[in-house]
């Protein structure tokens, strides 16, 4: 039977016979998985925003890479970070 | 007392986005209202529980991933006064930037959500435009020192300046600021404003950085990648023990 290492192995692309993963980087391959679910739940435009503004872009910017006027970013980002945490705690 | 701000300005207050005069009303109407006081605290909790597990999904993007690199490269040289935030007050210190385990993953999950394989085709205008990949210019000087750590001096930095440390795949770099001055850290990235007098900051890029920039007041000083340093700004005057000194302010290095 698959254990859950080996699963997470082949879920991010790594041989399962390859060295031994460090249990620490097993953990946050597992994390990585979760937030990948969580954001594909989201539309385009939450995920776009949610990823860039993580990326550390202005308001200006994010406002130019989905589009949008700026005023609206705030709000935008408000309620995709209100789903994104909704997702999370489903 | 004025209106009930909106969500999106409340949210706008929050990441040091309002410009004044609006972010006076916004700053008295916030201190006043029990009501809008709670909701800035909510977005402020979502913020906190978003960053916190977006972070290390951030922070996976191997060395290789030039999309990403390029991003952070473009956006250091773009950014203005107007839009930094999150500037915590720093004494003399010693920063800490984490590209984290970058390198330890196979594939960036920032990358494949970009590139549409998440099984979401990308439609509109939310394409953000990416700047064009270009190849890492290979003039200049190679420097590598015996250890393999990089020591840099960037000399006669005053109040006001600011460096940015870009990194793409070691887990830390070091900045040795003046008291007073401030940072904001995020995935690979360290960002340094200038305060107090007229000083020499400190940078070291440890061994086995394989790309690397630092980038001063909008203008690129040092690009490492692989063993290649260029140095697009002032010219470097090694020292015998190996530090790269870069002159900022006036005078002589």
């Known amino acids: ?90 | 007392m004025s209106p009930h701000p909106t969500e999106g300005t409340l949210q706008e207050y929050l990441d040091g986005e309002v410009a004044p005069p609006q972010l006076g009303v916004v700053d008295r109407h916030v201190r006043a209202c029990h009501q809008c006081r709670t909701l800035v605290a909510e977005l402020a909790s979502m913020e906190e529980t978003t960053r916190a597990v977006l972070t290390d999904f951030v922070a996976a993007i191997p060395a290789a991933d030039q999309a990403l690199w390029e991003i952070r490269r473009a956006r250091a040289v773009r950014r203005s006064a107007a839009n930094r935030r999150r500037v915590a007050t720093a004494a003399s210190l010693v920063l800490i930037a984490g590209a984290s385990w970058a390198a330890a993953m196979p594939g960036s999950p920032v990358r494949e959500w970009w590139d549409g394989r998440l099984g979401v085709e990308p439609s509109g205008p939310i394409e953000p435009q990416l700047p064009t990949a270009v190849d890492t210019p290979r003039a200049g000087m190679n420097q590598l020192p015996l250890d393999g750590r990089i020591m840099i001096s960037l000399d006669g930095v005053s109040a006001g300046n600011w460096v940015e440390v870009i990194l793409a795949d070691v887990e830390r770099a070091a900045v040795s600021v003046p008291a007073g001055s401030s940072f904001e850290t995020g995935p690979g990235r360290l960002h340094v404003e200038i305060e107090g007098p007229q000083v020499d900051v400190r940078i070291e890029i440890p061994e086995g950085a394989v790309a690397a920039d630092v980038v001063v007041n909008d203008q690129l000083f040092l690009q490492k990648s692989g063993v290649g340093i260029t140095y697009p700004g002032p010219s470097p005057v090694v020292t015998e023990s190996g530090t790269v000194r870069l002159r900022v302010g006036g005078g002589a290095p």
């Open chain 1, 1 to 90: 039977m698959e254990n859950n290492r080996a699963r997470l192995l082949r879920v991010h692309g790594q041989d399962v016979s390859s060295e031994e993963m460090p249990a620490e980087q097993l953990e946050r391959a597992g994390r990585v998985a979760m937030v990948r679910r969580a954001l594909l739940q989201l539309s385009d435009r939450d995920r776009t925003l949610l990823l860039l503004r993580e990326e550390g872009f202005a308001y200006m910017e994010l406002a130019e890479a989905i589009g949008v006027d700026p005023s609206s970013v705030g709000t935008l980002l408000a309620r995709a970070r209100r789903r994104f945490a909704a997702v999370l705690g489903a």
